[in-house]
């Protein structure tokens, strides 16, 4: 069973620690039972379910560090393992930076887990995915979807005292409905770590619902324009700042952080004041592991209050260098929202386009954070408060943080999954001023 | 330069310890899986065994910052039950779990039987007995001792540095998948096979306005061992910077890339407009990858990437037609399973068929796509392309990118020809940005190098340089192909698709090549 208890896994990581002859060693171990159904063409296509742990053994002689891993948990293996990393150790060059690893941490109890997801049949995926191929087929149009759900586990142990354990349950849903003949496309996601709140059925009609109204797609000029995004696009441009918050590259002067002439613009006012983004590991809509990989207590922190950028992350050699509190980067983010629903947002447009899905952000520029990418799956152009019609897709090219500049309003905040990277947010829908498509796709 | 810090230690190897399971083990595994799935009513169970081994080495400035060993080690069944395929993987090889597994698979397949429109129609394939494959590498990397890498690379930071970099991360990584296949058809099928992707990045800041430039490194990852990394001068091609070829003088690229990441930063800004680009292979090949090897993927030409990757432009139509003018005539992009030194050589693909080579563009037209067992009959083939690949033991295989290559130009054409007849144009160098909707029509892509073109010569560097273009209005732009001696891989291990995504190590190969008259953006911004 991948899941151990709290009691099993802090025996297998001692009987690990116990093998270790190095001056400090760190054990991370994780398990987890992941299943999934895949469909296309309103018919399954894949489907399967997976079983797996993992245990990295770091160990450390002075300042040189070695770290292996491995999937097998036999007494031989764990010596192995536990020998190899310390093989490796030796063969290393001492590295400077490397700290000493973490004392013993209090971690608060995290609301990850929920035995009904983890609890989940083939049977329950199946008609969760049925619900979603029949709306398809009811509106005479194509299904393409996806439904995963992992339920696991995650320990650490070191040899100064530190034990931290967690479980995990989580489920995230997509479906893209195409019409027939291919002229029209929609989409919606939804992730959760309780899967009695997913509802395949209602998600599906608002993907078919775009399907169908994006028919007979015109061209319009690509240039700079208002747009409504939903929360699935706020999301794969916003999480480019989640990830890029790192001191150091922003203290060495490589990141959109960076100030010239040195040091970093944390305290500076960068966008738009009604932003706020902050991350909660205990938020009930959006809980989230209450400790991170190395140890560190995961709290509630804000990362940009009123539109200044008010916190960094730290790796711990870099806070100890800087003198500063070692915060570890956030594992999810929020950002907070205000009362409209998007229908309002919709109509308070005078004229604008409306942003289902973003998709291939790639960085251009890591200097100005500028990002391109295309829309997909629902483009439609808004005029007097009304969608009109819907409109051919769009290269963009922009930065986020120009993006949060020329904020307009900011709509209910809800969960929502990033394409990119999978990860679930707490995120607004946003309406943005002169944001910049800088060119037609032909592609539905 | 080798620089001054000592690497004190044992020269044990850890890997080793790392010997291959045992063949006949593997198939004593395998076969209480398929016995298993049989005996639930599988009408047919294929088992992959995986051992994947991976190694970094990752350095910035003078310091090593980690050195990492990983191992995974497991067994994926997957089944056809009531026609329905199901999966199920484990890494718990007992007996009792193995079969527990094939049984679950089994489970799963005839749940989902309610839930298909068609049963999945297999295209025949042969079974081969107990064969074997291993990729024909002469240095194994897991065998180099660990201080000769670490001191490799700790040289090249230390060459960038003096060059004028102000960081730089440089890094190797190797990966060795020992694979085994077992199916229904009667296939025993033990592989070996090595990967190693030596890469640098380097950034240089102007301290005065806060500006800051990168240059990467031009290697390839590559399907070799660690001879990659032996420098031999007939693998070097002389440009405006020197171009590899085979083998990879990381030391000398390391020490071009720390002046060129200065000079980048006194560059000048590209005026945006039409330039005709030549493109080198270090560039080219992502194109390749993105416009070409993904939209003739034939899982996404039917729809079942449609939620995620998408679905394609070159639609079953446009091949049928005989006649679809996805490029200009010099324009023949192969397939290749086979391609020595390449990233998806392998002797059998994931579902037991023997690898080979075909042609996907002949003469600018779409003649071919790349297929898998479930799909040759929709083309009228009997038999798979071997495109079946699955990133772990714990993934399901699935249809993916063999190696998609363009072939290099008849008429004996060199770089400089190339250049020479170009009024007003960009030369690039190496990879960068890219990014493409999801039917593969629009595409963008930056690069590490820019320099522009004047009446046929090279006129100094330009920065902020991105170009637009839709696919098949770029291979059809196609105007020149520099010829074999210029062949060269590029490639990627990330290549991404499915759901859950899984990542395919991928060559494209390519001379250089000329594209008239495209678009070409400039991407300065300033966030204030």
Same mark, same amino acid.
């Given at each position: 069973?991948?899941?151990?208890?709290?009691?099993?896994?802090?025996?297998?990581?001692?009987?690990?620690?116990?093998?270790?002859?190095?001056?400090?060693?760190?054990?991370?171990?994780?398990?987890?039972?992941?299943?999934?159904?895949?469909?296309?063409?309103?018919?399954?296509?894949?489907?399967?379910?997976?079983?797996?742990?993992?245990?990295?053994?770091?160990?450390?002689?002075?300042?040189?560090?070695?770290?292996?891993?491995?999937?097998?948990?036999?007494?031989?293996?764990?010596?192995?393992?536990?020998?190899?990393?310390?093989?490796?150790?030796?063969?290393?060059?001492?590295?400077?930076?490397?700290?000493?690893?973490?004392?013993?941490?209090?971690?608060?109890?995290?609301?990850?887990?929920?035995?009904?997801?983890?609890?989940?049949?083939?049977?329950?995926?199946?008609?969760?995915?049925?619900?979603?191929?029949?709306?398809?087929?009811?509106?005479?149009?194509?299904?393409?979807?996806?439904?995963?759900?992992?339920?696991?586990?995650?320990?650490?142990?070191?040899?100064?005292?530190?034990?931290?354990?967690?479980?995990?349950?989580?489920?995230?849903?997509?479906?893209?409905?195409?019409?027939?003949?291919?002229?029209?496309?929609?989409?919606?996601?939804?992730?959760?770590?309780?899967?009695?709140?997913?509802?395949?059925?209602?998600?599906?009609?608002?993907?078919?619902?775009?399907?169908?109204?994006?028919?007979?797609?015109?061209?319009?000029?690509?240039?700079?324009?208002?747009?409504?995004?939903?929360?699935?696009?706020?999301?794969?441009?916003?999480?480019?700042?989640?990830?890029?918050?790192?001191?150091?590259?922003?203290?060495?002067?490589?990141?959109?952080?960076?100030?010239?002439?040195?040091?970093?613009?944390?305290?500076?006012?960068?966008?738009?004041?009604?932003?706020?983004?902050?991350?909660?590991?205990?938020?009930?809509?959006?809980?989230?592991?209450?400790?991170?990989?190395?140890?560190?207590?995961?709290?509630?922190?804000?990362?940009?209050?009123?539109?200044?950028?008010?916190?960094?992350?730290?790796?711990?050699?870099?806070?100890?260098?800087?003198?500063?509190?070692?915060?570890?980067?956030?594992?999810?983010?929020?950002?907070?929202?205000?009362?409209?629903?998007?229908?309002?947002?919709?109509?308070?447009?005078?004229?604008?386009?409306?942003?289902?899905?973003?998709?291939?952000?790639?960085?251009?520029?890591?200097?100005?954070?500028?990002?391109?990418?295309?829309?997909?799956?629902?483009?439609?152009?808004?005029?007097?408060?009304?969608?009109?019609?819907?409109?051919?897709?769009?290269?963009?090219?922009?930065?986020?943080?120009?993006?949060?500049?020329?904020?307009?309003?900011?709509?209910?905040?809800?969960?929502?999954?990033?394409?990119?990277?999978?990860?679930?947010?707490?995120?607004?829908?946003?309406?943005?001023?002169?944001?910049?498509?800088?060119?037609?796709?032909?592609?539905? | 330069?080798?620089?001054?810090?000592?690497?004190?230690?044992?020269?044990?190897?850890?890997?080793?310890?790392?010997?291959?399971?045992?063949?006949?083990?593997?198939?004593?595994?395998?076969?209480?899986?398929?016995?298993?799935?049989? *005996?639930?009513?599988?009408? #047919?169970? %294929?088992?992959? !065994?995986? +051992?994947?081994?991976?190694? &970094?080495?990752? $350095?910035?400035? @003078?310091?090593?910052?980690?050195?990492?060993?990983?191992?995974?080690?497991?067994?994926?069944?997957?089944?056809?039950?009531?026609?329905?395929?199901?999966?199920?993987?484990?890494?718990?090889?007992?007996?009792?779990?193995?079969?527990?597994?094939?049984?679950?698979?089994?489970?799963?397949?005839?749940?989902?039987?309610?839930?298909?429109?068609?049963?999945?129609?297999?295209?025949?394939?042969?079974?081969?007995?107990?064969?074997?494959?291993?990729?024909?590498?002469?240095?194994?990397?897991?065998?180099?001792?660990?201080?000769?890498?670490?001191?490799?690379?700790?040289?090249?930071?230390?060459?960038?540095?003096?060059?004028?970099?102000?960081?730089?991360?440089?890094?190797?990584?190797?990966?060795?998948?020992?694979?085994?296949?077992? *199916?229904?058809?009667?296939? #025993?099928? %033990?592989?070996? !096979?090595? +990967?190693?992707?030596?890469? &640098?990045?380097? $950034?240089?800041? @102007?301290?005065?306005?806060?500006?800051?430039?990168?240059?990467?490194?031009?290697?390839?990852?590559?399907?070799?061992?660690?001879?990659?990394?032996?420098?031999?001068?007939?693998?070097?091609?002389?440009?405006?910077?020197?171009?590899?070829?085979?083998?990879?003088?990381?030391?000398?690229?390391?020490?071009?890339?720390?002046?060129?990441?200065?000079?980048?930063?006194?560059?000048?800004?590209?005026?945006?407009?039409?330039?005709?680009?030549?493109?080198?292979?270090?560039?080219?090949?992502?194109?390749?990858?993105?416009?070409?090897?993904?939209?003739?993927?034939?899982?996404?030409?039917?729809?079942?990437?449609?939620?995620?990757?998408?679905?394609?432009?070159?639609?079953?139509?446009?091949?049928?037609?005989?006649?679809?003018?996805?490029?200009?005539?010099?324009?023949?992009?192969?397939?290749?399973?086979?391609?020595?030194?390449?990233?998806?050589?392998?002797?059998?693909? @994931?579902?037991?068929?023997?690898?080979?080579?075909?042609?996907?563009?002949?003469?600018?037209?779409?003649?071919?796509?790349?297929?898998?067992?479930?799909?040759?009959?929709?083309?009228?083939?009997?038999?798979?392309?071997?495109?079946?690949?699955?990133?772990?033991?714990?993934?399901?295989?699935?249809?993916?990118?063999?190696?998609?290559?363009?072939?290099?130009?008849?008429?004996?054409?060199?770089?400089?020809?190339?250049?020479?007849?170009?009024?007003?144009?960009?030369?690039?160098?190496?990879?960068?940005?890219?990014?493409?909707?999801?039917?593969?029509?629009?595409?963008?892509?930056?690069?590490?190098?820019?320099?522009?073109?004047?009446?046929?010569?090279?006129?100094?560097?330009?920065?902020?340089?991105?170009?637009?273009?839709?696919?098949?209005?770029?291979?059809?732009?196609?105007?020149?192909?520099?010829?074999?001696?210029?062949?060269?891989?590029?490639?990627?291990?990330?290549?991404?698709?499915?759901?859950?995504?899984?990542?395919?190590?991928?060559?494209?190969?390519?001379?250089?090549?000329?594209?008239?008259?495209?678009?070409?953006?400039?991407?300065?911004?300033?966030?204030?």
């Amino acid at each position: 069973m991948p899941i151990m208890s709290k009691d099993e896994a802090q025996a297998l990581l001692k009987k690990v620690l116990s093998y270790s002859k190095a001056d400090e060693c760190e054990i991370n171990l994780s398990g987890n039972d992941s299943g999934n159904i895949r469909y296309a063409r309103n018919s399954v296509s894949t489907s399967g379910r997976v079983s797996q742990h993992q245990l990295a053994v770091a160990s450390a002689f002075g300042k040189k560090l070695g770290i292996a891993t491995i999937n097998e948990f036999d007494e031989a293996s764990l010596k192995k393992v536990v020998e190899r990393s310390e093989e490796l150790a030796k063969l290393a060059p001492e590295n400077p930076e490397y700290v000493s690893f973490l004392g013993p941490q209090t971690f608060a109890e995290a609301k990850t887990y929920n035995p009904v997801t983890a609890a989940i049949t083939p049977k329950l995926r199946s008609d969760l995915v049925e619900q979603s191929i029949k709306v398809a087929k009811d509106a005479g149009a194509v299904a393409a979807g996806f439904l995963e759900d992992n339920a696991g586990f995650a320990a650490m142990m070191n040899s100064k005292g530190l034990f931290a354990y967690n479980t995990s349950t989580n489920t995230n849903f997509s479906v893209t409905v195409r019409t027939t003949d291919g002229t029209g496309s929609g989409y919606a996601t939804r992730g959760y770590n309780d899967i009695t709140k997913l509802d395949t059925k209602k998600a599906t009609q608002i993907a078919t619902e775009k399907a169908v109204k994006s028919v007979k797609a015109r061209a319009i000029e690509p240039g700079k324009y208002t747009v409504i995004l939903e929360p699935a696009a706020v999301a794969v441009l916003l999480e480019n700042i989640f990830f890029r918050l790192d001191a150091r590259s922003a203290d060495e002067g490589r990141s959109f952080l960076s100030k010239a002439g040195g040091g970093t613009r944390q305290g500076e006012k960068l966008v738009d004041e009604r932003v706020n983004i902050y991350s909660d590991p205990m938020n009930p809509d959006l809980p989230t592991s209450t400790w991170n990989g190395d140890g560190r207590p995961q709290e509630k922190i804000s990362w940009i209050e009123k539109g200044v950028i008010k916190n960094l992350s730290y790796s711990r050699y870099w806070a100890e260098k800087k003198g500063v509190k070692a915060v570890p980067g956030p594992d999810a983010a929020i950002m907070e929202g205000g009362t409209k629903s998007l229908e309002e947002l919709i109509a308070g447009t005078k004229k604008g386009v409306l942003v289902t899905r973003l998709w291939y952000i790639r960085d251009v520029d890591p200097q100005s954070l500028l990002l391109t990418g295309l829309t997909r799956d629902g483009t439609f152009y808004i005029e007097n408060g009304k969608i009109q019609y819907p409109i051919k897709n769009f290269r963009f090219n922009e930065s986020p943080i120009i993006m949060l500049n020329n904020l307009e309003e900011m709509g209910k905040v809800e969960r929502t999954v990033s394409v990119e990277s999978n990860q679930n947010y707490l995120l607004p829908p946003l309406k943005v001023r002169d944001f910049t498509f800088s060119s037609l796709s032909d592609a539905v | 330069m080798i620089p001054a810090i000592p690497v004190i230690g044992n020269p044990i190897d850890p890997a080793k310890a790392l010997e291959p399971v045992d063949v006949a083990l593997k198939k004593r595994m395998a076969d209480v899986a398929l016995n298993a799935a049989r *005996s639930k009513g599988a009408t #047919y169970t %294929d088992v992959r !065994i995986g +051992r994947y081994l991976n190694q &970094f080495v990752v $350095t910035r400035e @003078d310091k090593v910052q980690n050195i990492v060993n990983t191992e995974s080690y497991g067994l994926g069944v997957r089944v056809i039950a009531n026609g329905s395929w199901g999966f199920a993987a484990t890494d718990k090889l007992d007996n009792d779990s193995i079969a527990k597994a094939a049984e679950l698979a089994v489970a799963i397949a005839k749940e989902n039987s309610r839930l298909l429109t068609e049963p999945v129609r297999l295209a025949p394939q042969k079974g081969y007995g107990e064969v074997n494959w291993k990729a024909p590498i002469q240095k194994n990397a897991f065998d180099v001792p660990m201080k000769e890498k670490v001191d490799l690379l700790l040289g090249v930071n230390s060459a960038a540095m003096q060059s004028g970099a102000n960081y730089i991360t440089s890094l190797l990584f190797m990966v060795n998948e020992q694979k085994y296949f077992a *199916s229904t058809d009667g296939s #025993y099928i %033990d592989q070996d !096979i090595h +990967r190693i992707w030596p890469a &640098f990045f380097i $950034t240089k800041i @102007d301290p005065t306005t806060g500006k800051f430039e990168t240059r990467n490194s031009l290697s390839a990852p590559m399907g070799m061992g660690y001879e990659y990394l032996d420098v031999r001068p007939q693998d070097k091609i002389q440009s405006v910077t020197t171009l590899y070829k085979g083998r990879y003088d990381m030391l000398e690229d390391a020490k071009a890339g720390g002046a060129q990441a200065g000079e980048k930063l006194k560059a000048k800004s590209v005026e945006a407009g039409k330039y005709d680009l030549i493109l080198d292979p270090s560039h080219l090949w992502l194109t390749i990858h993105e416009s070409t090897g993904h939209p003739t993927e034939l899982d996404r030409v039917l729809g079942y990437e449609a939620n995620f990757a998408g679905t394609s432009f070159l639609t079953l139509d446009k091949w049928e037609s005989k006649k679809f003018n996805y490029g200009s005539k010099i324009v023949n992009i192969v397939a290749d399973k086979t391609q020595v030194g390449s990233l998806g050589a392998v002797g059998y693909d @994931d579902e037991g068929v023997q690898c080979g080579q075909w042609d996907i563009i002949k003469d600018g037209i779409l003649v071919n796509y790349q297929t898998i067992r479930d799909q040759a009959h929709i083309l009228g083939l009997n038999a798979s392309q071997g495109c079946c690949y699955a990133d772990n033991w714990s993934s399901v295989q699935f249809q993916r990118m063999p190696n998609v290559s363009l072939q290099p130009g008849k008429d004996g054409k060199s770089i400089n020809d190339l250049i020479k007849d170009v009024e007003k144009g960009i030369y690039i160098i190496g990879d960068g940005s890219f990014s493409i909707d999801q039917q593969r029509y629009n595409f963008q892509f930056g690069g590490q190098l820019f320099y522009e073109i004047k009446n046929g010569k090279i006129a100094g560097m330009l920065k902020d340089v991105a170009y637009q273009a839709n696919s098949q209005e770029f291979w059809n732009s196609c105007t020149a192909i520099a010829d074999a001696n210029d062949y060269r891989l590029g490639g990627a291990f990330g290549d991404g698709k499915g759901q859950p995504p899984q990542s395919n190590a991928v060559s494209h190969g390519s001379s250089t090549a000329r594209f008239n008259g495209v678009n070409v953006i400039n991407t300065a911004r300033n966030i204030g």
